[in-house]
């Protein structure tokens, strides 16, 4: 699209019909597309979904006029032209540090982007050429980037907090320094994890995408709860002031231990938490040796289990339990409870075994313990359970990974013995988020992800109610997906017959051009179309060249645009530039309403199966030629609601209608004109 069309384009779609419905949108992310590659439009696009629009300008220099300074989103900059690409990557992020950039250059162009991609300045180089999976795998990878600098930014301008208002000169480059370390964070998470799992003792899976959930489903409303930065940055803060305070391992709701702990359940990888736990076992280790040469058995024992379960592999380790073991007849059980306030079942029976080979318990004391040692697991590891069950259910980790999720959890939780009141809380939540996240799979005609999230919401303990009232939804969806691929492959042979009988664009309902459109609507990503499309583009194009050669430059202009639908391709740009070096036509077409127009063959338009489907409606506003014939000729979408849904129907629609041809001082004249087309369903 021409820096012209688009301008023209956006100007338009100020000033909608009378009679348009009031729509209500949705907020959606801009994704900005720089480039002057018309071939880029279709393949990005192809890979958004419904929350995202793209917006495509040529140069950077249009972008930072568009965007204003601050913004956040994801930029695609094409650099493949680029001089200096180190200058212009330096413009974007002076212009808005909430950029998260992707760059396209040649797939094997990969150095000059190395030192960049570590430092995070860009999120990925995208290759070309590339595949749609590839695109949305790095689209994901900057969304993530984009809200971790929203979590240390904010959005621009955004209020400012008190304690902002009396901050010190330079807190701008302080919270960009903290962008960085966002996302060296994000980076490490995998590393940090793994390090993690040592401590806690199990293996969760690596985390995978998250299901995003809409409140679509009347289900109970969850808390609202802060983001997890938030909550480690409390966290953090209430660490620091623990640890200047001495409350090392006392008192038991507010102590350093267990502020650290608790953020490594929200960021295994986090790097203070991990070195605050390494400085506080050296201090207990101190104490432990200051407590023992002081006999106070007490203390200098739940200093060293403490220790221990912080590091087990510290080499001090061996001359305290030897000097331990020298006083255990002074000692008796102290060293046992020692190990279970430190949550050390394991060490907690080897002692207890210990003691009675020793003979130095009676047997209802060894009962007792082991009775205890059995609670207190249990008691710790519903605590834990439950813990990673909030835990997750925060960051939208409802069922995936399997072994790493929510409802996973849940199910632990329940098996390890936790009641139903201990999990009521989470439990509401869980199934709230998964009858939400369902409910938007199921209007994104993602049937496998609301199927499996159904089956958790059950095994979850949802009202039968919504469950059922969902399951009715998708059985009625797998119908409608049975009969549209019916149809698709009915398309998908007619529009292979039309191609091979020379039918390309003509006649307007009942060609191959007309049922590889049909494809494309019922299926925009579908691979179906898309097998076809390139050799049906390649004909027209051949058609386009035919008629350019023959002088009818009017219908090799008419046949370029229809291929353009289809893609681009080198050959198109070719016949393009032929094109353009055609002789400038002498008149500008009148502009006329289209009441003013008399009808020979009325619009009939044939709505989405998609769109009746889902119960959808919407409208497209148009701009057409109208030839000396009467015959309808470069239609284009000025505007539309929903964006990418009636557009291509309305477009097919517009361009079989028929008028008497306008005559101006007795000879026929071509005038242009524009339609408001509104798709409503019969209630």
Sequence with gaps: MSQAARTKAAANSHHESASAPAVSRRRKSPVFLVTQDESLWPLLGNGLDRDWTLKQVDTIEELMANASAGQSGIVVWDARAAADHTADLSRLQLHSERFAVIVIDAASNVDPWRVAIQQRRIVALLGIPFNTEQWREILTSAREECQARLAVLGEAGAPATASAAQDVPGRRGLARFAVWIVAAACAACGAGYLLYRSIDHRAPATPAATVAATARVNAPAAKPVPAVDEQVDALLESARQAMLDRHFIEPADGNALAYYKSVLFLDPGNGEARQGLERLAQILFARAQSDLNERKFDMALQALETARSISPGDPRLADLDARVESLRAELGPTQIQAALNAGNFDRATALLEEAVRAKSVSAAQTTQWREEILRRRAKA?????????????????????????????LQQARQAGASASDLQEQTDALNAKLLRAARTALDDRRLVDADRLLDAAHDAGAAPAAIA????????????????????????????????????????????LYYVNQLRTSDPSGPEWMQIAGALQIAIVVRARAALESGDAAKAESLATLAGGLGGTPELNELKEALAKQPPKQSVAETVAVKSLVTVKPLKLDYPASALAGGVEGWVDLAFDVTREGQVANVTVVNSSPRNVFDLAAKNAMSRVRFQPVMKNGQATPVKSTLHVAFRLDH
């Design 469 to 512: 009232a969902l399951q009715h939804d998708l059985d009625g969806a797998r119908d409608g997906q049975a009969r549209e691929k019916i149809i698709q492959s009915q398309n998908l042979e007619l529009a292979r017959a039309r191609l091979a009988g020379g039918q390309l664009v003509e006649p307007d309902n009942d060609s191959a």
């Design 381 to 409: 590891d519903v605590g834990r359970l439950v813990k990673l069950l909030a835990t997750r259910l925060q960051q939208d980790r409802l069922v995936e990974p399997r072994g790493d999720s929510a409802a996973y959890y």
